[in-house]
């Protein structure tokens, strides 16, 4: 099973977005997605460092791909959507309307912010030249086998989501900019303070979920890890692992020594404990009854 580096989902500086994806090209990782997936207003900070980027890690041998935005509603951006196929490398959409903007009868993937919730949707998706598909990761595991086996009788890779904060929700309002009292045209970057997003608490303050700008994720950090022999089994190409500032080479290496059968998901847990002691972890969209279960024990700091 490959391993794939999801689009980074928080707002970074240029220098440290540089940094992590220099990183990249040791790690052992199969295929990156770059590119900015929340907000196009944080994109003029890096876009200038992304054709370097590309070519670092080409030429370290990794698949690359560009995300395109979840939520396309400006006229800017519809043109750095439809710029995207210009780059020359394979482009992942994460909203369909960046599929008017490809070149007919091109390959491209899709991110799992598309629903692609039926074997229907796959083969209407492959139709149009999808080779990939990461499942939206609320999927349990009884419907992701049911997918990678329509998917791959249609030759297209399934891709599930392994590692990170999960993707919520989009919305046309930022609410890190409302949290300051400020408009989303006059945010000042605020999400840049939070750089694996704000955590939110209920009004009794419990754990809840976290803020990323026009984003919602999840409070908790998704892992795969005590599930990886039935993904194996049911055909699955690929793990995603989603960007984290803290000690995310430690973690790619952790996953591919999982996959590889040079440790078990105890011992990945632990670890992950270890990098960040604040880490709650989850897996319950794929075998529990809540999205915030957990299967294996607490990670231990």
Same mark, same amino acid.
């Given at each position: 099973?490959?391993?794939?580096?999801?689009?980074?989902?928080?707002?970074?500086?240029?220098?440290?977005?540089?940094?992590?994806?220099?990183?990249?090209?040791?790690?052992?990782?199969?295929?990156?997605?770059?590119?900015?997936?929340?907000?196009?207003?944080?994109?003029?900070?890096?876009?200038?460092?992304?054709?370097?980027?590309?070519?670092?890690?080409?030429?370290?041998?990794?698949?690359?791909?560009?995300?395109?935005?979840?939520?396309?509603?400006?006229?800017?951006?519809?043109?750095?959507?439809?710029?995207?196929?210009?780059?020359?490398?394979?482009?992942?959409?994460?909203?369909?309307?960046?599929?008017?903007?490809?070149?007919?009868?091109?390959?491209?993937?899709?991110?799992?912010?598309?629903?692609?919730?039926?074997?229907?949707? $796959?083969?209407? %998706?492959?139709?149009? @030249?999808? =080779?990939?598909?990461? *499942?939206? !990761?609320?999927?349990?595991?009884?419907?992701?086998?049911?997918?990678?086996?329509?998917?791959?009788?249609?030759?297209?890779?399934?891709?599930?989501?392994?590692?990170?904060?999960?993707?919520?929700?989009?919305?046309?309002?930022?609410?890190?900019?409302?949290?300051?009292?400020?408009?989303?045209?006059?945010?000042?970057?605020?999400?840049?303070?939070?750089?694996?997003?704000?955590?939110?608490?209920?009004?009794?303050?419990?754990?809840?979920?976290?803020?990323?700008?026009?984003?919602?994720?999840?409070?908790?950090?998704?892992?795969?890890?005590?599930? $990886?022999?039935? %993904?194996?089994?049911? @055909?699955? =190409?690929?793990?995603? *692992?989603? !960007?984290?500032?803290?000690?995310?080479?430690?973690?790619?290496?952790?996953?591919?020594?999982?996959?590889?059968?040079?440790?078990?998901?105890?011992?990945?847990?632990?670890?992950?404990?270890?990098?960040?002691?604040?880490?709650?972890?989850?897996?319950?969209?794929?075998?529990?009854?809540?999205?915030?279960?957990?299967?294996?024990?607490?990670?231990?700091?």
């Amino acid at each position: 099973m490959e391993l794939t580096v999801g689009p980074n989902q928080f707002f970074w500086s240029a220098d440290r977005w540089t940094s992590f994806h220099d990183d990249l090209a040791s790690a052992p990782v199969d295929r990156v997605v770059l590119g900015e997936l929340v907000c196009s207003k944080r994109l003029p900070f890096y876009q200038d460092r992304i054709p370097d980027a590309i070519g670092t890690l080409i030429e370290a041998g990794k698949e690359v791909a560009l995300t395109s935005l979840a939520l396309v509603t400006l006229k800017r951006e519809r043109k750095l959507t439809s710029e995207l196929a210009e780059m020359g490398v394979e482009v992942e959409i994460n909203d369909l309307t960046a599929l008017a903007h490809l070149p007919e009868g091109i390959r491209f993937s899709v991110g799992p912010l598309v629903n692609v919730y039926n074997e229907g949707t $796959i083969a209407w %998706l492959a139709s149009r @030249g999808a =080779a990939r598909i990461c *499942l939206p !990761p609320e999927l349990p595991l009884a419907s992701v086998e049911t997918l990678t086996a329509a998917a791959t009788n249609l030759g297209v890779a399934i891709e599930v989501w392994g590692h990170g904060r999960l993707p919520l929700a989009i919305s046309g309002r930022c609410y890190h900019a409302r949290l300051h009292g400020r408009t989303k045209d006059n945010c000042q970057f605020a999400c840049e303070d939070d750089p694996d997003g704000l955590d939110i608490q209920t009004l009794d303050g419990q754990p809840f979920l976290a803020m990323n700008g026009v984003q919602t994720l999840s409070d908790t950090y998704a892992c795969a890890a005590y599930q $990886i022999g039935a %993904l194996e089994k049911s @055909g699955v =190409a690929a793990l995603r *692992l989603s !960007p984290q500032s803290n000690g995310f080479g430690e973690l790619s290496r952790l996953y591919r020594q999982l996959l590889d059968g040079e440790c078990d998901a105890d011992h990945v847990a632990d670890a992950i404990g270890r990098i960040d002691g604040n880490i709650r972890l989850s897996d319950g969209f794929l075998t529990g009854a809540r999205g915030v279960d957990w299967s294996g024990k607490p990670a231990q700091p």
